[in-house]
Structures are given as structure tokens and as C-alpha cells.
């Protein structure tokens, strides 16, 4: 079964203006972290933000923000203020931490962005 | 300081010869993964290890791929034969400690069976 489902194979947004990119989950762990990364054209996977199941607060990071909502399961990315650099896939994984050494992180399939000028 | 580094960055060679990646983990991280890229199966995890043991090879193809660490500041990713289906990007990631911290991943390899 998908664990992670990232429904927007590709977006569209204006320079200067917000954008949603849209992630949900699987999981029966209590426990879990949710991330989101960056690959932009030349390969490398850049770690944007990171969200714990037990935080009580979103996450921000910069003009990056995590739009938690625990009970519908979803842990969305918003980018503020988009600029031309912000083009990139960017991906939604998730690590289900059961306090042992085994902690494996599942990827989505990853959501395209374009900035348009 | 210094990120996760993998080398070689690219890598050509012909089909049923052997490949060997490399990578450096952050230093201090003990957990140690092996992802491949493809645009058909996305990022899949091939292997993962936790303070140089494998914990989980479940994701590794068959076994033409191996992979080692024989030490905290060191693995490797072998194919062989290696065969065009394994044309890829491979990235090397690593994270401190147990349960629900971040990778960081290397720059990746990028692999091209001919």
C-alpha cells in the first residue's frame, strides 16, 4: 500500500506568489517524522524542513512552512513568496520511528514545480 | 563542514563490467542508506546500514549488487556484472542516530550501463 501519495505530479506558480504542494500519509506508528526535500535539475536532494508527530507547533523554515494536520494525515509544504529558484520536484517522505535502530524512510513520488516569471 | 560525499560523480562503462561507488558520511552519523533514482521507480532504498551493520537489504535488486561499510567513515556499492537496466543515479545518505532523524543526502552518482 502507498505510505506516502503526492497527488500533484506537477504545479504551476506565479514568481512572488504562494504555493500549496499537497503530501499525505500511512501510518500506524504513533511516532513518525515527516520531511520534505528538494531536487532541482542538477540532481542533489536538499532538505527543505522537517515535521515530528509529536510537535505541537508547524514547522517553518525560512519562507517554508509545513502545513500539519494530523488527523486528516497530511503534512503539506507551502512556499512563500516563490522566486524562479524555488523550480524544482520536490519530494515528501516520512520515517516511522519505533525507538530502535530500523528507521526507514519512504519516499513520495514527487510533485514538479515551475515558477513562472 | 563537509556534507556526505560520493564518488565518482558519473560513471560510464559497458555492460558485465563491474562498478564500484563510494561514499563518506557525515562524520558522527551512524546511519548509513543507499538509495537509486530512475525516472520509471523513483527513489528506491537499496540498502541501510546502522553503525556498520547492515540492517536491511531488502531493496538491493538481486545479487549482482553488494554493498559494504567497513567502517563508520566508509561504504561502498558494487555491481557486477552490471547490466543497462542499472543506469541510475545512486545517492548515498546518511543520519545521526536512531528513530526520526534527518538524512542528508550526497550529491549522487550518476550510472550509465552502454
Known amino acids: 500500500a502507498q505510505k506516502i501519495t503526492q497527488t500533484q505530479p506537477g504545479m504551476f506558480v506565479q514568481e512572488k506568489e504562494a504555493v500549496t504542494l499537497d503530501c499525505t500519509y500511512d501510518?500506524?506508528?504513533?511516532?513518525?517524522?515527516l520531511f520534505w526535500y528538494k531536487q532541482p535539475s542538477s540532481g542533489e536532494m536538499i532538505f527543505l524542513i522537517y515535521?515530528?508527530?509529536?510537535?505541537?507547533q508547524n514547522a517553518t523554515e525560512g519562507r517554508y512552512s509545513l502545513n500539519f494536520q494530523k488527523a486528516r494525515k497530511s503534512a503539506n509544504l507551502v512556499i512563500s513568496a516563490s522566486q524562479l529558484g524555488d523550480s524544482a520536484m520536490y519530494f515528501c517522505a516520512m520515517r516511522e520511528g519505533r525507538g530502535t535502530s530500523y528507521d526507514k524512510v519512504i519516499f513520495g513520488p514527487g510533485t514538479s514545480l515551475s515558477v513562472i516569471p | 563542514d563537509a556534507g556526505v560525499i560520493q564518488s565518482p560523480r558519473h560513471e560510464v562503462t559497458e555492460m558485465g563490467q563491474e562498478v564500484t561507488l563510494r561514499c563518506k558520511p557525515i562524520?558522527?552519523?551512524?546511519?548509513l542508506f543507499w538509495y537509486r533514482q530512475t525516472m520509471m521507480r523513483g527513489l528506491e532504498l537499496l540498502i541501510y546500514?546502522?553503525?556498520?551493520?547492515?540492517?536491511?537489504d531488502s531493496g538491493m535488486p538481486e545479487d549482482r549488487f553488494s554493498a559494504k561499510m567497513p567502517n563508520a567513515s566508509f561504504s561502498t556499492l558494487k555491481i557486477q556484472p552490471s547490466e543497462p537496466r542499472d543506469s541510475a543515479v545512486y545517492f548515498c545518505?546518511?543520519?545521526?542516530?536512531?528513530?526520526?532523524?534527518?538524512?542528508?543526502f550526497g550529491p549522487g552518482t550518476r550510472l550509465t550501463v552502454l
Open positions: 562524520s558522527g552519523h551512524n546511519s
Open positions: 501510518t500506524s506508528d504513533p511516532s513518525y517524522g
Open positions: 545518505a546518511s543520519s545521526l542516530g536512531a528513530g526520526i532523524n534527518t538524512q542528508y
Open positions: 546500514f546502522n553503525n556498520n551493520v547492515p540492517i536491511d
Open positions: 515535521q515530528g508527530s509529536y510537535d505541537q
